[in-house]
């Protein structure tokens, strides 16, 4: 051990937390560093991993000094009530500059071009606004996930934590703002919440409406993977009621939830109704990023409604869902150390986490309108790729 450092030693050597530390060795970045139990060995020799963007020659952000806060540039877009079908004229008439870029890579991303998006966020890693970078970051670390750079993904995932605890002695407007996009990072993903993380309660009354109408879609999330369906529901239909259904995105989220719950609780009549909202309020800006996000939690419900009415919308929401699975799980198993099934169809996907979810094979031939035979064979074959036998050891596999 003569030749290693302690996560202390290398923290204090290369002027970065122990917890950054941790990240860097749970993510391979270390060359040579070993685990021992919960602890790790870092070599004496190994240099401090670089921002992964400057492999091509990209500058790293700048430290979390310094920032100013305008909420116009706080994911804009999200913010913004526009009628649907008129997303893109509610771009194009924000101011020019920082507000219209931010709302022009969320554009890009909600509606599935993570490409685009990730270009567009870029530029404002290293922003002194402090609105511009918590945004860029956020869209960023989602559209690489999509694209497959799960190491640019890492970092700005990263920057988001690291935002949270550096911002802590700052206004609390600024703190309101690194909490939700920190919560929202992290509970999308289905992570451990941040070390620092504040209460909900006490960051949402400082967020502007459209915002705090997301921050409740993250919080009706964070219940549902509680295991708490019927109040999360309860959060939706409140923030629905308060306000939120003016704003498109957020609506549309708290909607995909609400989907959610209703399945675990064995009510598709109120799925159904959720999704068709959802589904009227995306379609006209073709903002389908969502769907597919969401496709392992909705219980079948795109199978048994979206596909046999828009079979093409319903191919790009598949083609979404296995492009963002792909990065998610990059993501979320290691960290997590949970084993999400990542070798499934996405028809044997939804009806295994149908059965994990206590539903019989009567009840989801029912919901898709399929024979039971053909119900046992997709659950049978999913349980054969994951080496389980009972649907209680398919449950483990399934999203969490």
Not at 20 to 34: F, L, V
Not at 333 to 353: C, Q, R, Y
Request: with cysteine.
């Amino acid at each position: 051990m003569n030749n290693y450092d302690s996560i202390r030693e290398a923290a204090e050597k290369w002027g970065v937390s122990e917890r950054r530390i941790n990240q860097y060795c749970s993510q391979g970045r270390i060359p040579g560093a070993k685990k021992f139990g919960k602890s790790w060995a870092i070599p004496a020799d190994a240099q401090k991993p670089k921002d992964p963007r400057q492999v091509k020659g990209r500058k790293a952000p700048s430290p979390h000094t310094g920032y100013l806060l305008d909420h116009a540039h706080l994911m804009p877009l999200m913010n913004t009530a526009f009628a649907p079908g008129r997303c893109k004229e509610a771009v194009e008439a924000m101011a020019e500059g920082i507000q219209r870029d931010i709302a022009l890579a969320e554009y890009h991303y909600f509606s599935g071009h993570p490409e685009e998006a990730a270009k567009e966020a870029e530029p404002y890693l290293t922003s002194s606004d402090m609105g511009a970078r918590l945004s860029a970051c956020l869209i960023y670390a989602y559209a690489n996930l999509s694209i497959g750079q799960i190491p640019y993904a890492r970092f700005a995932l990263g920057e988001l934590k690291d935002s949270l605890s550096a911002d802590g002695e700052q206004a609390p407007a600024m703190q309101a703002a690194s909490a939700f996009i920190a919560f929202t990072g992290a509970v999308l993903l289905h992570l451990p919440l941040p070390e620092h993380m504040p209460q909900v309660e006490s960051f949402l009354p400082l967020l502007p409406e459209g915002l705090r109408s997301f921050a409740l879609y993250v919080q009706s999330h964070y219940l549902y993977l509680k295991e708490e369906y019927a109040r999360s529901a309860g959060v939706v239909e409140a923030a629905l009621a308060m306000g939120a259904a003016r704003y498109p995105i957020p609506a549309i989220y708290l909607h995909l939830i609400a989907v959610m719950d209703h399945m675990s609780l064995k009510q598709p009549q109120q799925a159904q109704e959720h999704l068709l909202r959802a589904w009227e309020i995306a379609r006209p800006d073709d903002l389908i990023e969502g769907f597919g996000e969401h496709h392992g939690l909705l219980g079948a419900m795109l199978e048994a409604v979206i596909k046999p009415k828009w079979p093409k919308d319903f191919k790009r929401i598949i083609d979404i869902t296995y492009r963002f699975s792909f990065g998610w799980r990059r993501v979320h198993n290691p960290i997590t150390g949970h084993d999400v099934a990542d070798n499934l169809t996405t028809s044997e996907f939804s009806m295994a986490m149908l059965a994990a979810r206590g539903w019989t094979n009567q009840e989801i031939a029912r919901h898709l309108n399929i024979s039971v035979n053909t119900v046992k064979s997709h659950i049978s074959e999913a349980m054969r790729k994951l080496h389980v036998e009972t649907r209680k050891e398919l449950k483990q596999y399934m999203l969490k």
